[in-house]
């Protein structure tokens, strides 16, 4: 059983920075790539980046306009998001996800490639 824990979130202001942290955890688990995802009420849930973990190579959302940055620490297992300059609008529940360990796909912005995800973690940015 594998199980992505994320934490880090919380309330901020307008401006703030917050940096949000994810590890799997239970069995060992080879890591192809990792994604962040958010879902605001109401609201589908959006891509907003992903990892290649072997080569680290990085994907966003066009629409972040660079106030996110993912990255990993590999002796640690981690992933990482560091917001920055968050708005009112970036208020959601933050998921991190993983593929499936044999996954090849280079389709990281689609949920559904997705096999693994965390519980979800609340961003909640105040005006």
């Known amino acids: 059983q594998v199980q992505l824990v994320e934490s880090g979130g919380g309330l901020a202001q307008t401006g703030d920075s917050l940096r949000l942290s994810c590890a799997p955890s239970g069995r060992t688990f080879r890591i192809y790539a990792m994604g962040w995802f958010r879902q605001a009420p109401g609201k589908e849930r959006e891509f907003l980046a992903a990892i290649r973990w072997s080569v680290g190579s990085t994907y966003y959302s066009s629409d972040l306009k660079g106030r996110f940055t993912i990255s990993r620490d590999i002796a640690k297992n981690t992933v990482y998001l560091q917001m920055n300059r968050l708005k009112p609008e970036d208020t959601a529940i933050y998921y991190c996800?993983?593929?499936?360990?044999?996954?090849?796909?280079?389709?990281?912005?689609?949920?559904?490639?997705?096999?693994?995800w965390g519980q979800g973690t609340q961003v909640t940015v105040s005006s």
């Open positions: 996800a993983a593929p499936d360990e044999d996954s090849t796909t280079v389709y990281l912005s689609r949920s559904n490639e997705y096999r693994y």
